[in-house]
């Protein structure tokens, strides 16, 4: 079994980039990938387009029909809030061991494995677990993705920190360039690389329609 867990330190910073940017290049360099968002808030099955799991679609190369939908994304929210909150306002529970258990299907197959994450790296699925619990659970490796306005350095120190804290293996951080009046750049990836030792990539803001395809090589995070 082999893959990635692409978590963040927050929501909106870039895992679905970071995520469908892997899927694309791997697939472009003859490696067979699948790409899983499995658990998505914020969505009504009527209007997929343009989500999360839409995307992945799109850089594995497949459609959207409902099967690849259910594959992609088996746990689906309506509202825009933690997942706990989210299933909460449904009168649902997230079913962890359902959502353990469809992840390691997944694995269970000869194909690099992208399990894109929800929000960051210590936010709720349910009463007691975190999405760091799910990390732990299905035992990936994983990349942390980061953006780059004022805030990150410390966002990025303590999410590594505590991933570090419960023994979570992390591959790399990837600093994708906030939109707006975010710090110079090249200027904060040094001081993110003066603050840890692992491999740290940087994606320049990224201009026009389906940005995955123009991010910088990702290959090496993920062993290739
Ligand atoms: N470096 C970048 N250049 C251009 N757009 C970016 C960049 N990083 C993130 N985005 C955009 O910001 C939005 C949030 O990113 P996304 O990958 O969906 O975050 P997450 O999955 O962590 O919620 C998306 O529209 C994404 O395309
Ligand atoms: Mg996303």
């Given at each position: 079994?082999?893959?990635?867990?692409?978590?963040?330190?927050?929501?909106?910073?870039?895992?679905?980039?970071?995520?469908?940017?892997?899927?694309y290049?791997?697939r472009?360099?003859?490696?067979?990938?699948?790409a899983?968002?499995?658990?998505?808030?914020?969505?009504?099955?009527?209007?997929?387009?343009?989500?999360?799991?839409?995307?992945?679609?799109?850089?594995?190369?497949?459609?959207?029909?409902?099967?690849?939908?259910?594959a992609?994304?088996?746990?689906?929210?309506?509202a825009?809030l933690?997942?706990?909150?989210?299933?909460?306002?449904?009168g649902?529970v997230?079913?962890?061991?359902?959502?353990?258990?469809?992840?390691?299907?997944?694995?269970?197959?000869?194909?690099?494995?992208?399990?894109?994450?929800v929000?960051?790296?210590?936010?709720?699925?349910?009463?007691?677990?975190?999405?760091?619990?799910?990390?732990?659970?299905?035992?990936?490796p994983?990349?942390v993705?980061?953006?780059?306005?004022?805030?990150?350095?410390?966002?990025?120190?303590?999410?590594?920190?505590a991933?570090?804290?419960?023994?979570?293996?992390?591959?790399?951080?990837?600093?994708?360039?906030?939109?707006?009046?975010?710090?110079?750049?090249?200027?904060?990836?040094?001081?993110?690389?003066?603050?840890?030792?692992?491999?740290?990539?940087?994606?320049?803001?990224?201009?026009?329609?389906?940005?995955?395809?123009?991010?910088?090589?990702?290959?090496?995070?993920?062993?290739?």
């Amino acid at each position: 079994m082999s893959g990635l867990f692409i978590t963040a330190t927050g929501t909106e910073i870039g895992k679905t980039l970071v995520t469908a940017a892997l899927t694309y290049q791997l697939r472009q360099s003859g490696h067979v990938v699948t790409a899983l968002k499995p658990i998505i808030s914020g969505v009504s099955d009527q209007e997929m387009d343009g989500t999360d799991t839409a995307i992945l679609a799109c850089a594995l190369g497949q459609g959207l029909d409902e099967a690849t939908l259910d594959a992609i994304s088996p746990f689906r929210y309506k509202a825009p809030l933690a997942p706990s909150m989210a299933a909460s306002l449904e009168g649902r529970v997230l079913d962890y061991d359902l959502l353990i258990e469809k992840c390691r299907e997944a694995m269970d197959h000869p194909v690099f494995t992208l399990i894109e994450g929800v929000g960051g790296a210590f936010v709720p699925l349910t009463g007691d677990k975190l999405v760091a619990d799910w990390i732990q659970d299905v035992d990936l490796p994983a990349i942390v993705v980061a953006g780059s306005y004022l805030g990150t350095l410390s966002h990025i120190t303590a999410t590594l920190e505590a991933m570090k804290a419960r023994g979570l293996e992390v591959r790399g951080v990837v600093v994708s360039e906030s939109a707006g009046d975010a710090p110079d750049f090249e200027a904060t990836l040094a001081e993110v690389r003066r603050w840890t030792d692992l491999p740290v990539v940087g994606i320049p803001r990224i201009r026009g329609a389906e940005p995955w395809q123009q991010v910088p090589d990702l290959t090496a995070l993920a062993g290739f």
